[in-house]
């Protein structure tokens, strides 16, 4: 099976509110993870990543938490926009004997309701 | 603009009729990859390109080829294509280890 998987294929938000989007992993091995936005007809766009060594990261208006003790991965969005509508994928690399591999769950599609 | 550019963004083919998708680079990247996108699978790796004349296999490279004589360019070859390749394709390049990739916009391509 995958060893990088979102909880949700769907999640639905009002604009204003925020958004937290999760990622499970099952290789401890990992050291890096990324978040991905896919809109339609486009291919993904980097947003955030974090490195294993850090819990927490922060962009603009977005935020990644790592817990590495239960493997899981979040995503926040903070006062989500029309824009914000999209796909969304996490990656894993594998580690140090797969340098250039990255795994991705199969995505959770973001709706933003007006 | 740095980009990743591929061609073409769309393609229909008849089974078995040899194709090549491309892949150009325009930031000097040490790594590229292709990826296959289907639904409810997410993206899967098909091939890696860790430099020029490096190449290896991802998670589903059955029916595919790559080659990287140059540094800038990642081409996919599809030598006797079947309609289970039918899916959308995105090249990638990254410039180190641990970095991530930046995608291409993707090719659709239809087998039939």
């Known amino acids: 099976g995958e060893s990088v998987g979102l909880h949700l294929p769907t999640l639905s938000v009002q604009e204003g509110d925020n958004s937290i989007i999760n990622c499970a992993y099952s290789?401890?091995?990992?050291?890096?993870f990324i978040w991905y936005k896919q809109e339609s007809g486009k291919g993904p766009q980097f947003i955030i990543d974090?490195?294993?060594?850090?819990d927490k990261r922060q962009g603009q208006r977005v935020t990644v938490l790592l817990n590495k003790t239960v493997k899981h991965l979040s995503l926040q969005i903070a006062a989500t926009q029309p824009g914000d509508s999209a796909v969304y994928f996490c990656?894993?690399?594998?580690?140090?004997?797969?340098?250039?591999?990255?795994?991705f769950g199969a995505g959770t599609t973001v709706t933003v309701r007006a | 603009e740095a980009q990743v550019t591929q061609n073409p963004r769309y393609l229909i083919t008849v089974t078995g009729k040899k194709l090549t998708v491309t892949c150009s680079q325009n930031?000097?990247?040490?790594?590229m990859s292709w990826y296959r996108q289907d639904p409810g699978l997410g993206l899967r790796q098909i091939y890696y390109?860790?430099?020029?004349?490096?190449?290896d296999k991802g998670d589903v490279p059955e029916g595919y080829k790559v080659s990287r004589k140059e540094k800038r360019n990642f081409p996919l070859i599809l030598e006797s294509p079947s309609p289970n390749q039918t899916s959308l394709y995105f090249c990638?390049?990254?410039?180190?280890?641990?970095?991530?990739?930046?995608f291409g916009s993707g090719t659709r391509l239809t087998v039939v």
């Open positions: 990638a390049s990254s410039p180190s280890t641990g970095l991530g990739y930046t």
């Open positions: 290789n401890s091995a990992s050291d890096y």
């Open positions: 974090i490195r294993s060594n850090m």
């Open positions: 930031m000097n990247h040490e790594y």
């Open positions: 990656a894993e690399n594998m580690g140090p004997s797969n340098d250039y591999k990255l795994s």
């Open positions: 390109s860790m430099n020029v004349e490096v190449t």
